[in-house]
C-alpha cells in the first residue's frame, strides 16, 4: 500500500453498518429484491421457527448467517426466495418459564392455578424476547419477513396440524398403547425419542452386583448387577442368554452363579487366573450350564410387594437382549422400568404394578421411601445400604456412562411403563430411509452416519404430552371406548353438542376445547386431556405456515413452496427438527422436505467449553457486533472451519477478519479513490481493455474466483467460497496493487488503464461480497459509484458471470509461476541477507516457460537488472540456487558498487516517503526537497540518481541547503553516514 492512503480503523464499521441499515430500510431494498425477481424461479426455503422466550444468543447469528448467505446469492441469481419467518410458540420451555414467573411447579400447582390463565401467560411469555431477536435480525442483516409470520399457536396453524393428525388417524397409524417410554417425572409427561437424544450426559453413578437368593439351594445366588438401584423394589424376574454359557463357582462358602465369561468378577481381591490353564485350577467351579438350563429357577424376592407376587415372578426367563458385554450376563428384571423388560413381562405374563409414580416417588407398596424422588443419591445410596444389611449386595463401584436427562429441566428421565399416543413410525421405516437417500447433506457423512443411524434405529414416535400450552391432540372418546379424530374446525362445529361455542374468536387451545362435547351416533364425546409433541407443530411447518390445505394448495400440490431447496440448523437439530420434517412429510406420503441442508456444529468458547452463564463465558452477539460489525462475525462463521465442525469463538479471531479483509479492501479502495477523478463514473459492466498484464491478470483473477465461487455456492460449500473471496482480497494488495503502484503514480494511459481495471475488479467483488458481508458490499458498491450506474444497491444487481473460458485460466497460471519463482528468489535473498531494496544483476529461472512481459514482472519483483529464462542450473560461485518441483531459479549475489549505489539511492527514497507520511502528506502533494549530504561519495550517489529520487517522491525539484519554513526537516542515517533532507510542500 502507498504510504499516504488513508487509514482506517476498526471501529468505523459498526457505525457505516448502521447507516447502511437505515438506507436500506428507507428505499426498502429488501422488498425491492423481491419484486425483481418475482417472475423468476421460485427457490424455495423454510426457516426452523425459534422460541421467542429465550435471548438469543451466538449460535443464533452463526444459523442465521448461513441461511442467509444462501438466500442472497440466490436472489442475486435471479431466483425468487420467498422468506417467512416463524415462531415456534408452544411447549415445555415456554412453560417452565411460566412457572418459575409464578412460582409455582408442577402439575398438581398450574391446575390450583388455571389451565386458561396458566395458558394465557404462557401466550404471553412467548413475546418476551421478540424485540431482541427482531433487532439481531437486522443488525446482522438476515433478509425475512417478520411482518407475515407463521406462528404455532394460532388457530390457522393449529387446523393444519389437526388435518395432518386426521390423515395419520385414517391410515391407522396413530395408536394409544401401554409402553415403556422416557418420562420426566418433573414434568410429569413422556418424551419422544429424537427428545430423550438431545438429552445426554456423561454421569457416574453407583452400580450394584446384587446377590439373588435360590430356592430350594443352600447358600446359593444368581448374581445380577444394575446401574439403576431404584428399580430394584420393582423387580420380578432374572433373564439370561439361552445360548449363554453359566457357571456355578464357590467363594468364602458361597455358590454363586454369573456367566463363564465373567468369572474374574468373582475372583477374591488380589487372585488372577493362571494363563494357559483352565479357570478350574483358580477357582472353584461346581458346575457348568447353559442359559437355557437355567430358565424356571425360582429366587427369593428382594422385597415383599404383594402386588409383584404371583406364580410367573421371581423366576429365571430366557431372552434375547441378554448379552456378557457388561455386568454378569443375568439382567434384573423390573417390569415397568424397562422396554425390554416390559416386553419380555408381556410375553410371559409377569405382573404389571408400578411401585414408583409418574413424578418419580416410591409408592406406598415401597413403606421405607415412600414420597421419595427415586434418583436422589441419598435414597440410592439408602438402597443400596438396605440391600448390604441383609448380606445381598456382593459389590458396588462408580460407573459411568451416558444418561438421559429432560432436554428442558434437566431432570433425569426415567423409562416408564404408561399409556400413551404413539404414531407408528416403524411401519414408515423403509419410506424414511428411501427418502433420506435423495438430501444432499452438508456435511455429508451426516447421512449415513448421524441421521442414516437414527432412522436405522428408528422408533415410534411417543406422540402425546400430559400438558397443557401445546397443540391439544383432536381426539374425542366417548364411555363406550369409541374414538373419532377431528380434521378440522368445521367438522368440530358439525359434531358439536353445542355449536354455538364454536364462535369467530374460539381458542382451540386447552382448556377451551376440552369444553367441546361431540355428538355422534347418539353417543357422547368427550376430549382427551393430552397434547402432542411440540416438535410435531414446527416439523409440520412446510404445511401449516399455510394453512394448508384450507388455503394455498397450490403452493404444496404444484410444488411451488415445496419441497425446500434449502434448510439449515445446528446439529442438535439432527434428531430434532430434521427428523421430524422427514417423518410429517413422509407420513403424508409426500417426497423429501427438503433436498440440501447444512448440518452446523456448535459453538462452545476459546477453550472447547460449552458457554453457559454460569461459567461467565457467554458471548453476547450484539457486543461483538457493536465492537466489530455485523459482517466481521458472519465472514468469520463462514470461514473459521467448514460448517458441521464445532467452532472455538475467540474474540480476537473478530480483529483478524476486520484487518485482513476489511481494512485491506478500505485501504484499496482509498488507493483508488486518490487516483480516479471525482467527477468520473464508469462503468463496470464492461471487461477492461488494458494492454497490461498485470490488468489482464488481475481481470482473469477475477473470472477464474466467479466461476470458483459461483460453483462451491451451487454446491452449497460455503467456506471455500468464502475463502477464495479472501485469498483474492490479498492478492490484489500484496501482489497486484504493490506491482501496480509506480503506474499509478506516472498517470497518463497507463493509470487510466490502472483504474479501470481496479474498478471493475471492486465492483465485482462488491457483487461477490454480497450475500456473505452484505454491508461493506454495499459501502464499496456506493463508494465505486455502482449506485449511479447499474442499481441503487448491490443487493439489487445481478450476480456476476464468468464468461472468459480457458484464456484466462492459462494467464493466471502463468501468474501463479511467476509468484513461485520470486517467491524462491525472496528465500535466496532472505538466505544470504540482502535487502530487497538492493539491487543486484542476474536472475535465473530454468525449465518454465513464460512470455517476456511475465519476465519483467519477475525482473522489477526481484530488483534484478535481468531475469533470464536458461535450460540450466548455471555454475559460478557467485549464483546461489534453489529447486521447487520442477522449477529452479538461481540468483548472482555479486554486488558492484554500480549496484550498491542504487541500492542506496533506494534506501533514501523509502526514507524521504516515510517523511512524507509523518507530515501527512496525500499522493496530490507535490514538494520541494532539501538536502544536505556532508558524506562525497553519498552525495554522488544522490546527485546521480537525483531524477529517479525526485519522481519516486513527488518532488518538483531538489535543492541544495536547507531553509528555516519546511514541514519536516530529519537526520538518516544511511550506509553509516548522517544526510539531512527536509520536505516543503508546495
Keep these: 500500500?502507498?504510504?499516504?492512503?488513508?487509514?482506517?480503523?476498526?471501529?468505523?464499521?459498526?457505525?457505516?453498518?448502521?447507516?447502511?441499515?437505515?438506507?436500506?430500510?428507507?428505499?426498502?431494498?429488501?422488498?425491492?429484491?423481491?419484486?425483481?425477481?418475482?417472475?423468476?424461479?421460485?427457490?424455495?426455503?423454510?426457516?426452523?421457527?425459534?422460541?421467542?422466550?429465550?435471548?438469543?444468543?451466538?449460535?443464533?447469528?452463526?444459523?442465521?448467517?448461513?441461511?442467509?448467505?444462501?438466500?442472497?446469492?440466490?436472489?442475486?441469481?435471479?431466483?425468487?426466495?420467498?422468506?417467512?419467518?416463524?415462531?415456534?410458540?408452544?411447549?415445555?420451555?415456554?412453560?417452565?418459564?411460566?412457572?418459575?414467573?409464578?412460582?409455582?411447579?408442577?402439575?398438581?400447582?398450574?391446575?390450583?392455578?388455571?389451565?386458561?390463565?396458566?395458558?394465557?401467560?404462557?401466550?404471553?411469555?412467548?413475546?418476551?424476547?421478540?424485540?431482541?431477536?427482531?433487532?439481531?435480525?437486522?443488525?446482522?442483516?438476515?433478509?425475512?419477513?417478520?411482518?407475515?409470520?407463521?406462528?404455532?399457536?394460532?388457530?390457522?396453524?393449529?387446523?393444519?396440524?389437526?388435518?395432518?393428525?386426521?390423515?395419520?388417524?385414517?391410515?391407522?397409524?396413530?395408536?394409544?398403547?401401554?409402553?415403556?417410554?422416557?418420562?420426566c417425572p418433573r414434568c410429569g409427561t413422556a418424551l419422544s425419542s429424537h427428545e430423550v437424544a438431545l438429552g445426554y450426559k456423561l454421569v457416574k453413578e453407583n452400580s450394584v452386583y446384587v446377590k439373588f437368593k435360590v430356592l430350594g439351594q443352600e447358600d446359593t445366588y444368581i448374581l445380577s448387577w444394575t446401574t439403576t438401584p431404584w428399580t430394584l423394589p420393582g423387580n420380578v424376574a432374572l433373564a439370561v442368554g439361552e445360548k449363554i454359557e453359566y457357571i456355578k463357582v464357590e467363594i468364602n462358602k458361597e455358590k454363586y452363579i454369573l456367566a463363564a465369561d465373567k468369572v474374574k468378577l468373582v475372583l477374591p481381591p488380589g487372585k488372577l487366573l493362571i494363563p494357559g490353564k483352565p479357570i478350574e485350577a483358580s477357582i472353584n467351579i461346581l458346575g457348568r450350564f447353559k442359559g437355557s438350563d437355567l430358565v424356571g429357577m425360582e429366587y427369593e424376592p428382594l422385597f415383599d410387594i404383594k402386588p409383584l407376587q404371583s406364580d410367573k415372578s421371581f423366576k429365571v426367563y430366557a431372552a434375547d437382549f441378554v448379552n456378557t458385554d457388561e455386568g454378569t450376563g443375568v439382567v434384573h428384571t423390573a417390569v415397568m422400568y424397562g422396554e425390554d423388560d416390559f416386553e419380555l413381562g408381556v410375553r410371559v405374563g409377569l405382573p404389571q404394578h408400578h411401585t414408583v409414580d409418574e413424578n418419580g416417588k416410591f409408592t406406598d407398596d415401597v413403606p421405607q421411601w415412600t414420597g421419595k424422588f427415586v434418583k436422589s443419591k441419598k435414597v440410592e445410596a439408602s438402597i443400596i445400604d438396605d440391600i448390604k444389611q441383609r448380606g445381598l449386595l456382593y459389590r458396588e463401584e462408580l460407573y459411568e456412562h451416558d444418561y438421559p436427562f429432560c432436554w428442558r429441566c434437566e431432570t433425569p428421565l426415567l423409562y416408564y411403563a404408561k399409556y400413551s399416543w404413539f404414531i407408528k413410525m416403524t411401519s414408515l421405516k423403509d419410506k424414511l430411509i428411501k427418502n433420506n437417500e435423495s438430501i444432499n447433506w452438508v456435511p455429508q457423512h451426516i447421512k449415513q452416519g448421524r441421521f442414516g443411524e437414527w432412522l436405522n434405529e428408528l422408533k415410534d414416535w411417543a406422540f402425546s404430552r400430559e400438558r397443557y400450552w401445546g397443540t391439544p391432540l383432536p381426539i374425542w372418546e366417548s364411555a363406550q371406548g369409541d374414538r373419532i379424530c377431528i380434521g378440522s374446525i368445521e367438522e368440530l362445529k358439525s359434531l358439536a353438542k353445542d355449536p354455538a361455542q364454536i364462535g369467530k374468536?374460539?381458542?382451540?387451545?386447552?382448556?377451551?376445547?376440552?369444553?367441546?362435547?361431540?355428538?355422534?351416533?347418539?353417543?357422547?364425546?368427550?376430549?382427551?386431556?393430552?397434547?402432542?409433541?411440540?416438535?410435531?407443530?414446527?416439523?409440520?411447518?412446510?404445511?401449516?405456515?399455510?394453512?394448508?390445505?384450507?388455503?394455498?394448495?397450490?403452493?404444496?400440490?404444484?410444488?411451488?413452496?415445496?419441497?425446500?431447496?434449502?434448510?439449515?440448523?445446528?446439529?442438535?437439530?439432527?434428531?430434532?427438527?430434521?427428523?421430524?420434517?422427514?417423518?410429517?412429510?413422509?407420513?403424508?406420503?409426500?417426497?423429501?422436505?427438503?433436498?440440501?441442508?447444512?448440518?452446523?456444529?456448535?459453538?462452545?468458547?476459546?477453550?472447547?467449553?460449552?458457554?453457559?452463564?454460569?461459567?461467565?463465558?457467554?458471548v453476547d452477539p450484539f457486543a461483538m457486533m457493536d465492537k466489530y460489525g455485523a459482517d466481521a462475525l458472519r465472514?468469520?462463521?463462514?470461514?473459521?472451519?467448514?460448517?458441521?465442525?464445532?467452532?472455538?469463538?475467540?474474540?480476537?479471531?473478530?480483529?483478524?477478519?476486520?484487518?485482513?479483509?476489511?481494512?485491506?479492501?478500505?485501504?484499496?479502495?482509498?488507493?483508488?479513490?486518490?487516483?480516479?477523478?471525482?467527477?468520473?463514473?464508469?462503468?463496470?459492466?464492461?471487461?477492461?481493455?488494458?494492454?497490461?498484464?498485470?490488468?489482464?491478470?488481475?481481470?482473469?483473477?477475477?473470472?477464474?474466483?466467479?466461476?470458483?465461487?459461483?460453483?462451491?455456492?451451487?454446491?452449497?460449500?460455503?467456506?471455500?467460497?468464502?475463502?477464495?473471496?479472501?485469498?483474492?482480497?490479498?492478492?490484489?494488495?500484496?501482489?497486484?496493487?504493490?506491482?501496480?503502484?509506480?503506474?499509478?503514480?506516472?498517470?497518463?494511459?497507463?493509470?487510466?488503464?490502472?483504474?479501470?481495471?481496479?474498478?471493475?475488479?471492486?465492483?465485482?467483488?462488491?457483487?461477490?461480497?454480497?450475500?456473505?458481508?452484505?454491508?461493506?458490499?454495499?459501502?464499496?458498491?456506493?463508494?465505486?459509484?455502482?449506485?449511479?450506474?447499474?442499481?441503487?444497491?448491490?443487493?439489487?444487481?445481478?450476480?456476476?458471470?464468468?464468461?472468459?473460458?480457458?484464456?484466462?485460466?492459462?494467464?493466471v497460471d502463468k501468474m501463479k509461476i511467476v509468484r513461485q519463482v520470486v517467491e524462491m528468489g525472496h528465500a535466496l535473498r532472505k538466505e544470504q541477507e540482502i535487502k530487497v531494496r538492493q539491487p543486484l544483476a542476474q536472475f535465473i529461472v530454468v525449465k518454465v516457460a513464460l512470455e517476456p512481459e511475465f519476465m519483467e514482472i519477475v525482473k522489477d519483483e526481484m530488483n534484478v537488472s535481468e531475469a533470464i529464462l536458461a535450460k540450466q542450473v548455471p555454475s559460478g560461485k557467485e549464483f546461489i540456487s534453489k529447486k521447487q518441483g520442477d522449477v529452479s531459479v538461481s540468483l548472482d549475489t555479486t554486488i558492484t558498487d554500480e549496484l550498491r549505489y542504487q541500492g542506496i539511492a533506494r534506501e533514501m527514497v523509502r526514507h524521504i516517503n516515510a517523511m512524507r507520511k509523518d507530515a501527512k502528506l496525500t499522493i496530490n502533494d507535490m514538494v520541494t526537497l532539501y538536502y544536505e549530504i556532508t558524506d562525497q561519495e553519498l552525495e554522488a550517489v544522490f546527485i546521480q540518481n537525483k531524477d529517479n529520487i525526485r519522481q519516486e517522491v513527488l518532488a518538483t525539484k531538489c535543492l541544495k541547503g536547507l531553509p528555516d519554513n519546511v514541514e519536516l526537516k530529519k537526520v538518516l542515517l544511511i550506509s553509516g553516514s548522517k544526510v539531512l533532507f527536509g520536505i516543503k510542500k508546495q
Excluded at 376445547?513 to 361431540?518: C, G, P, Y
Design 1 to 183: 500500500m502507498p504510504q499516504d492512503e488513508k487509514r482506517e480503523s476498526k471501529s468505523s464499521f459498526p457505525k457505516a453498518e448502521e447507516e447502511i441499515l437505515a438506507f436500506w430500510e428507507k428505499e426498502d431494498i429488501f422488498k425491492k429484491s423481491l419484486a425483481n425477481t418475482k417472475n423468476g424461479k421460485s427457490f424455495v426455503f423454510f426457516e426452523g421457527p425459534p422460541t421467542a422466550n429465550g435471548q438469543p444468543g451466538l449460535h443464533h447469528v452463526l444459523a442465521r448467517a448461513y441461511k442467509d448467505v444462501i438466500l442472497r446469492y440466490k436472489t442475486m441469481r435471479g431466483f425468487f426466495v420467498e422468506r417467512k419467518a416463524g415462531w415456534d410458540t408452544h411447549g415445555l420451555p415456554v412453560e417452565l418459564q411460566v412457572e418459575k414467573e409464578l412460582k409455582i411447579s408442577g402439575k398438581p400447582e398450574i391446575e390450583k392455578y388455571g389451565i386458561d390463565r396458566f395458558n394465557k401467560k404462557s401466550k404471553e411469555s412467548v413475546w418476551k424476547y421478540k424485540e431482541d431477536w427482531e433487532r439481531l435480525t437486522r443488525r446482522m442483516a438476515f433478509w425475512i419477513d417478520l411482518e407475515h409470520p407463521y406462528i404455532t399457536y394460532e388457530n390457522n396453524y393449529i387446523e393444519s396440524l389437526w388435518w395432518i393428525i386426521k390423515q395419520i388417524w385414517d391410515k391407522k397409524l396413530l395408536y394409544r398403547g401401554y409402553k415403556v417410554v422416557p418420562q
Design 505 to 618: 374468536d374460539f381458542d382451540l387451545h386447552r382448556p377451551f376445547v376440552d369444553d367441546i362435547v361431540l355428538v355422534k351416533d347418539g353417543q357422547d364425546y368427550k376430549r382427551v386431556r393430552e397434547v402432542i409433541d411440540v416438535w410435531f407443530d414446527s416439523g409440520a411447518m412446510p404445511f401449516a405456515q399455510w394453512h394448508y390445505p384450507f388455503e394455498n394448495k397450490e403452493r404444496i400440490d404444484e410444488a411451488k413452496s415445496y419441497p425446500a431447496d434449502y434448510i439449515v440448523e445446528a446439529v442438535d437439530q439432527t434428531r430434532g427438527w430434521f427428523y421430524t420434517l422427514l417423518a410429517v412429510a413422509t407420513l403424508l406420503d409426500k417426497e423429501a422436505p427438503y433436498k440440501n441442508v447444512i448440518c452446523l456444529g456448535l459453538i462452545l468458547d476459546s477453550r472447547g467449553q460449552k458457554m453457559s452463564k454460569s461459567k461467565g463465558n457467554v
Design 635 to 811: 465472514w468469520h462463521f463462514f470461514i473459521m472451519n467448514q460448517p458441521g465442525e464445532t467452532k472455538l469463538f475467540d474474540e480476537k479471531n473478530l480483529e483478524e477478519v476486520v484487518k485482513k479483509n476489511w481494512l485491506i479492501l478500505s485501504n484499496v479502495l482509498s488507493f483508488w479513490k486518490m487516483f480516479s477523478s471525482d467527477t468520473a463514473t464508469l462503468d463496470a459492466s464492461q471487461r477492461p481493455k488494458s494492454t497490461n498484464i498485470l490488468d489482464k491478470w488481475v481481470v482473469a483473477q477475477l473470472h477464474v474466483l466467479i466461476k470458483n465461487v459461483t460453483a462451491h455456492l451451487d454446491g452449497y460449500a460455503i467456506t471455500e467460497a468464502g475463502r477464495a473471496i479472501s485469498d483474492y482480497i490479498n492478492e490484489i494488495s500484496t501482489w497486484y496493487l504493490r506491482r501496480s503502484r509506480t503506474r499509478f503514480k506516472r498517470g497518463g494511459k497507463e493509470r487510466d488503464e490502472a483504474l479501470q481495471a481496479l474498478h471493475y475488479v471492486l465492483v465485482n467483488l462488491a457483487k461477490l461480497l454480497a450475500p456473505f458481508a452484505p454491508f461493506f458490499a454495499e459501502r464499496l458498491y456506493k463508494e465505486l459509484g455502482g449506485d449511479k450506474v447499474e442499481a441503487i444497491s448491490v443487493h439489487l444487481t445481478k450476480w456476476p458471470v464468468d464468461d472468459e473460458g480457458q484464456s484466462q485460466q492459462d494467464l
